[in-house]
C-alpha cells in the first residue's frame, strides 16, 4: 500500500467550489439538519411545484424512502428546457464515433428537437406514463434522446447493456413487461459490428409481450424486420413534431430501471425515481468533478451501466455541461485513443474505470506521452478498487502530476457517488475513496453488525438515505428489503468491505458477498454458475473470482462433469463459448478446472472459502477444511490447480 499522501494543488484549490474547511462544514450540516441542507440543495433543478417536504425516510421496520415527496418536475426540461434561454448554442453532447473521423457536436437546441422527436414517437406508438420501455442501444446519440424522451413523456426506461446476450436482454424484458424495445440495427465498437436487431429478434423468439420495436439505423448493415411489429427510426421520426411538451411528475414517480446482479437469483430491477435521484446525480457531478461552466466533460462508461446514466446523461445534462459520449474501444485503433479524443476535443474532465488504466498502462507511456492532455484538470476512476500502481500511473503519466484523481466508490444502487474526494478539498491516499459525499453517513460493522469505531476493517453501511438511493426493486419491494436492510437491521448494507483509516479516509477492498467485479462489471456468481449447470455435460459447477492483472477479478469456474463425459480441453472452450453465449461477452469464463468432487460440508454446502482460496493459489491458509465431508477433495483440486495457468 502506498503511504504516500497527495496535498490538493494550489491551482486546484482556488477554483474550485470548496476547500477542506468548506467541506467538513457542509458535510456537518448536511448530516445534521438533512432536511434544511438538501431543501436548499434541491433548489438547483426547476420544480413545476416547489415541495415542502424534503426527508421522510425509513430503513426499519418496513424500509420506505421518499424525498421531495410533493414536488413535480420534468426531467428532460431540466436537462434541456431550462437550459435553452442561456445555453441554446451551447454543444450539449459531443458524438465520437468508433470511427476517429466521425465525430460531432449537438446543441442544446439541437438535443431538444430531437428528445421531443423520439418522445412523439414514443407516443405514436402508444407510450403513456409509467409505461417500462426497454432501451437496447449503443453508445450513439439516440441513445441519450431515447432516455430523456421517455422522461419527458413520464415512461420508466430500462436500459440493457448493449453486450448482454438474447436470453439475458429476455429476461429483462419480461421482468418489467415492456411492451416496446428500442434498438439499432447493429453496433459499432473496435471496428467490429455487433447484432443487435439480431439479438433483439433471439430474445423476442423466447418471449411475449412486445408490441413495437424501433430500430435506429447506425450501420445500414443486412436485418430483418417483422411486418407490423418492427419500425425503423428515421421514417417514424419523419412524421411527428419536433415539440412536445414534458409531462408533470411527482418527485417520487420512478424514473428508471436498471438490472444488477446480486449474490443469489436473477437479476434485480433496481428502481430510482424522480426528484431525488436528479438532485443528487447533478449536485455530485458538480461538487465531485469541480465542474465549472464551459468544461469539457467526458466520463468513458456506458450508458447500459448506471455510471453511464448519472455521469453521462443526466448529472452533465442537468448542469448544462458539455458531455462527451464516445462510441468506441480504448485500444482502437490504437492504444492512444484515450488521449488523441482528449486533445481532439479539449477535454478538462476525464472519467474513467481502473481496469482500462491497468490495460492501457500494459501498452506502454509512449500512447500517452505523444499527446498533449494540456487541457486536462481533473481526473476520475470508478467501477472497482484501483491499485496504486494504476493510481499512480493514472497520476504521473496521464495527469502529468497536476491533476487530482477522484476514486469514487458507489454502486446502481446508490443513484449516485456516494464515497470520494472533492478536488479543492481532499489531500489523496493513492487506492483510497477517501470521505463520504455531503449527506452520506457510512459506518464500518463486523459480522454480528456491531459499530466499530476509529481505524478499523469490517464491512461497510450507510447508516441514513440520501436523495439518489433507490427505492425498492421493481415489482419486489420485500427482496429489496431483504437484500439491503436485514443483514443489520435499520442500516443500508453494501454488500463491500472497508477499511477507515487514522484519518478517517475509506479504503474499499471489495465485495464480501458472491458477487465479484470483472473489468468493473458486477457479476453474481449464481448466474454464472446456472449457465454452466444448463450445459448437458455439466452436473454441478462452484464459481469465485481470483485476481487478475487487468480485469481486477476473473471468472474461476470449478465444474463437475457428468459422468462418463471426457474432461477435455475442447470441452473447456465449448463451455467458455456456451457462457458467453448464455450471458454475454462479459461473462465469459476465464479459468475453467474440471473437479470431480466440490468441497462440501456434511449437509452439502459448497464452502466457496475454500474455491476461492485455491484460486487465489493460496493453500497455506485454507483455513478450517475438518468440517468437509471429505476433506480429500480438497487435495485434489489443490493439485489440479497447480497444473493451471
Ligand atoms: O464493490 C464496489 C465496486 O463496484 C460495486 C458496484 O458495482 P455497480 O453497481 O456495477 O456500480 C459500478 C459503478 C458505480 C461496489 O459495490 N466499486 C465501485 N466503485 C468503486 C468500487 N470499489 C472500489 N472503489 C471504487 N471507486
Same mark, same amino acid.
Given at each position: 500500500?502506498?503511504?504516500?499522501?497527495?496535498?490538493?494543488?494550489?491551482?486546484?484549490?482556488?477554483?474550485?467550489?470548496?476547500?477542506?474547511?468548506?467541506?467538513?462544514?457542509?458535510?456537518?450540516?448536511?448530516?445534521?439538519?438533512?432536511?434544511?441542507?438538501?431543501?436548499?440543495?434541491?433548489?438547483?433543478?426547476?420544480?413545476?411545484?416547489?415541495?415542502?417536504?424534503?426527508?421522510?425516510?425509513?430503513?426499519?421496520?418496513?424500509?420506505?424512502?421518499?424525498?421531495?415527496?410533493?414536488?413535480?418536475?420534468?426531467?428532460?426540461?431540466?436537462?434541456?428546457?431550462?437550459?435553452?434561454?442561456?445555453?441554446?448554442?451551447?454543444?450539449?453532447?459531443?458524438?465520437?464515433?468508433?470511427?476517429?473521423?466521425?465525430?460531432?457536436?449537438?446543441?442544446?437546441?439541437?438535443?431538444?428537437?430531437?428528445?421531443?422527436?423520439?418522445?412523439?414517437?414514443?407516443?405514436?406508438?402508444?407510450?403513456?406514463?409509467?409505461?417500462?420501455?426497454?432501451?437496447?442501444?449503443?453508445?450513439?446519440?439516440?441513445?441519450?434522446?431515447?432516455?430523456?424522451?421517455?422522461?419527458?413523456?413520464?415512461?420508466?426506461?430500462?436500459?440493457?447493456?448493449?453486450?448482454?446476450?438474447?436470453?439475458?436482454?429476455?429476461?429483462?424484458?419480461?421482468?418489467?413487461?415492456?411492451?416496446?424495445?428500442?434498438?439499432?440495427?447493429?453496433?459499432?465498437?473496435?471496428?467490429?459490428?455487433?447484432?443487435?436487431?439480431?439479438?433483439?429478434?433471439?430474445?423476442?423468439?423466447?418471449?411475449?409481450?412486445?408490441?413495437?420495436?424501433?430500430?435506429?439505423?447506425?450501420?445500414?448493415?443486412?436485418?430483418?424486420?417483422?411486418?407490423?411489429?418492427?419500425?425503423?427510426?428515421?421514417?417514424?421520426?419523419?412524421?411527428?413534431?419536433?415539440?412536445?411538451?414534458?409531462?408533470?411528475?411527482?418527485?417520487?414517480?420512478?424514473?428508471?430501471?436498471?438490472?444488477?446482479?446480486?449474490?443469489?437469483?436473477?437479476?434485480?430491477?433496481?428502481?430510482?425515481?424522480?426528484?431525488?435521484?436528479?438532485?443528487?446525480?447533478?449536485?455530485?457531478?458538480?461538487?465531485?468533478?469541480?465542474?465549472?461552466? =464551459?468544461?469539457?466533460?467526458?466520463?468513458?462508461? +456506458?450508458?447500459? &451501466?448506471? $455510471?453511464?446514466?448519472?455521469? *453521462?446523461?443526466?448529472? #452533465? %445534462?442537468?448542469?448544462?455541461?458539455?458531455?462527451?459520449?464516445?462510441?468506441?474501444?480504448?485500444?482502437?485503433?490504437?492504444?492512444?485513443?484515450?488521449?488523441?479524443?482528449?486533445?481532439?476535443?479539449?477535454?478538462?474532465?476525464?472519467?474513467?474505470?481502473?481496469?482500462?488504466?491497468?490495460?492501457?498502462?500494459?501498452?506502454?507511456?509512449?500512447?500517452?506521452?505523444?499527446?498533449?492532455?494540456?487541457?486536462?484538470?481533473?481526473?476520475?476512476?470508478?467501477?472497482?478498487?484501483?491499485?496504486?500502481?494504476?493510481?499512480?500511473?493514472?497520476?504521473?503519466?496521464? =495527469?502529468?502530476?497536476?491533476?487530482?484523481?477522484? +476514486?469514487?466508490? &458507489?454502486? $446502481?444502487?446508490?443513484?449516485? *457517488?456516494?464515497?470520494? #474526494? %472533492?478536488?479543492?478539498?481532499?489531500?489523496?491516499?493513492?487506492?483510497?475513496?477517501?470521505?463520504?459525499?455531503?449527506?452520506?453517513?457510512?459506518?464500518?460493522?463486523?459480522?454480528?453488525?456491531?459499530?466499530?469505531?476509529?481505524?478499523?476493517?469490517?464491512?461497510?453501511?450507510?447508516?441514513?438515505?440520501?436523495?439518489?438511493?433507490?427505492?425498492?426493486?421493481?415489482?419486489?419491494?420485500?427482496?429489496?428489503?431483504?437484500?439491503?436492510?436485514?443483514?443489520?437491521?435499520?442500516?443500508?448494507?453494501?454488500?463491500?468491505?472497508?477499511?477507515?483509516?487514522?484519518? =478517517?479516509?475509506?479504503?474499499?477492498?471489495?465485495?464480501?458477498?458472491?458477487?465479484?467485479?470483472?473489468?468493473?462489471?458486477?457479476?453474481?456468481?449464481?448466474?454464472?454458475?446456472?449457465?454452466?449447470?444448463?450445459?448437458?455435460?455439466?452436473?454441478?459447477?462452484?464459481?469465485?473470482?481470483?485476481?487478475?492483472?487487468?480485469?481486477?477479478?476473473?471468472?474461476?469456474?470449478?465444474?463437475?462433469?457428468?459422468?462418463?463425459?471426457?474432461?477435455?480441453?475442447?470441452?473447456?472452450?465449448?463451455?467458455?463459448?456456451?457462457?458467453?453465449?448464455?450471458?454475454?461477452?462479459?461473462?465469459?469464463?476465464?479459468?475453467?478446472?474440471?473437479?470431480?468432487?466440490?468441497?462440501?460440508?456434511?449437509?452439502?454446502?459448497?464452502?466457496?472459502?475454500?474455491?476461492?482460496?485455491?484460486?487465489?493459489?493460496?493453500?497455506?491458509?485454507?483455513?478450517?477444511?475438518?468440517?468437509?465431508?471429505?476433506?480429500?477433495?480438497?487435495?485434489?483440486?489443490?493439485?489440479?490447480?497447480?497444473?493451471?495457468?
Amino acid at each position: 500500500m502506498s503511504g504516500e499522501v497527495f496535498p490538493v494543488p494550489a491551482s486546484v484549490a482556488e477554483a474550485a467550489y470548496v476547500d477542506d474547511a468548506a467541506y467538513r462544514a457542509m458535510y456537518q450540516r448536511s448530516v445534521e439538519d438533512p432536511d434544511g441542507f438538501w431543501g436548499e440543495h434541491g433548489k438547483r433543478l426547476d420544480w413545476i411545484k416547489p415541495y415542502t417536504k424534503v426527508k421522510d425516510t425509513r430503513y426499519a421496520p418496513d424500509v420506505s424512502i421518499k424525498w421531495f415527496e410533493d414536488g413535480t418536475l420534468n426531467v428532460s426540461a431540466n436537462c434541456i428546457d431550462r437550459h435553452l434561454a442561456t445555453r441554446g448554442d451551447k454543444t450539449a453532447i459531443i458524438f465520437e464515433g468508433d470511427d476517429p473521423n466521425d465525430s460531432r457536436h449537438i446543441t442544446y437546441r439541437e438535443l431538444h428537437a430531437e428528445v421531443c422527436r423520439f418522445a412523439n414517437v414514443l407516443k405514436a406508438h402508444g407510450v403513456k406514463k409509467g409505461d417500462r420501455v426497454t432501451i437496447y442501444l449503443p453508445m450513439i446519440p439516440e441513445a441519450a434522446y431515447a432516455m430523456l424522451a421517455c422522461t419527458r413523456v413520464g415512461a420508466i426506461h430500462s436500459i440493457v447493456f448493449a453486450g448482454f446476450s438474447p436470453d439475458s436482454l429476455a429476461g429483462r424484458i419480461e421482468d418489467c413487461a415492456s411492451k416496446i424495445v428500442l434498438t439499432a440495427d447493429e453496433g459499432l465498437r473496435g471496428g467490429r459490428k455487433v447484432a443487435l436487431k439480431a439479438n433483439v429478434d433471439a430474445a423476442l423468439a423466447k418471449i411475449g409481450g412486445v408490441e413495437t420495436v424501433v430500430v435506429v439505423k447506425r450501420t445500414g448493415g443486412a436485418i430483418a424486420m417483422t411486418e407490423g411489429r418492427d419500425v425503423w427510426y428515421h421514417e417514424e421520426a419523419a412524421k411527428v413534431p419536433a415539440d412536445c411538451p414534458p409531462e408533470e411528475m411527482n418527485a417520487e414517480d420512478p424514473l428508471f430501471i436498471l438490472y444488477t446482479s446480486g449474490s443469489t437469483g436473477k437479476p434485480k430491477g433496481v428502481l430510482h425515481t424522480t426528484g431525488g435521484y436528479l438532485v443528487y446525480a447533478s449536485m455530485t457531478h458538480q461538487y465531485v468533478f469541480d465542474y465549472h461552466d =464551459g468544461d469539457v466533460y467526458w466520463c468513458t462508461a +456506458d450508458v447500459g &451501466w448506471v $455510471t453511464g446514466h448519472s455521469y *453521462i446523461v443526466y448529472g #452533465p %445534462l442537468a448542469n448544462g455541461a458539455t458531455t462527451l459520449m464516445f462510441e468506441g474501444v480504448p485500444t482502437w485503433p490504437d492504444a492512444g485513443r484515450f488521449w488523441q479524443v482528449v486533445d481532439k476535443h479539449k477535454v478538462n474532465i476525464f472519467y474513467t474505470a481502473p481496469t482500462a488504466i491497468r490495460s492501457l498502462m500494459g501498452a506502454g507511456n509512449d500512447h500517452v506521452t505523444k499527446t498533449s492532455r494540456a487541457s486536462l484538470r481533473i481526473l476520475g476512476s470508478v467501477g472497482e478498487p484501483i491499485n496504486p500502481e494504476a493510481w499512480l500511473w493514472y497520476h504521473n503519466v496521464v =495527469g502529468q502530476q497536476r491533476c487530482p484523481i477522484v +476514486d469514487t466508490w &458507489w454502486q $446502481t444502487e446508490t443513484g449516485g *457517488i456516494l464515497i470520494t #474526494p %472533492l478536488p479543492g478539498a481532499t489531500a489523496l491516499k493513492p487506492g483510497s475513496a477517501t470521505r463520504p459525499f455531503f449527506g452520506v453517513q457510512p459506518a464500518v460493522v463486523d459480522a454480528e453488525g456491531k459499530f466499530l469505531e476509529g481505524a478499523t476493517e469490517g464491512n461497510l453501511v450507510i447508516t441514513d438515505s440520501w436523495p439518489g438511493q433507490m427505492r425498492t426493486i421493481y415489482g419486489d419491494h420485500e427482496r429489496f428489503e431483504q437484500t439491503y436492510f436485514s443483514t443489520y437491521k435499520g442500516l443500508y448494507f453494501t454488500g463491500d468491505g472497508c477499511r477507515r483509516d487514522e484519518d =478517517g479516509y475509506y479504503w474499499i477492498t471489495g465485495r464480501v458477498d458472491d458477487v465479484i467485479n470483472v473489468s468493473g462489471h458486477r457479476m453474481g456468481t449464481a448466474e454464472v454458475e446456472s449457465a454452466l449447470v444448463a450445459h448437458p455435460k455439466v452436473s454441478e459447477a462452484a464459481v469465485v473470482g481470483y485476481p487478475h492483472d487487468i480485469k481486477g477479478q476473473g471468472i474461476y469456474c470449478y465444474v463437475t462433469l457428468m459422468a462418463g463425459e471426457e474432461p477435455t480441453e475442447a470441452l473447456k472452450k465449448e463451455l467458455k463459448d456456451w457462457v458467453r453465449r448464455e450471458i454475454g461477452p462479459i461473462a465469459t469464463p476465464d479459468l475453467i478446472q474440471f473437479a470431480p468432487g466440490l468441497p462440501k460440508t456434511r449437509s452439502g454446502k459448497i464452502m466457496r472459502r475454500i474455491l476461492r482460496k485455491i484460486a487465489e493459489n493460496e493453500f497455506g491458509s485454507l483455513g478450517d477444511t475438518s468440517t468437509l465431508a471429505d476433506p480429500a477433495v480438497v487435495t485434489d483440486l489443490i493439485d489440479n490447480r497447480q497444473n493451471l495457468k
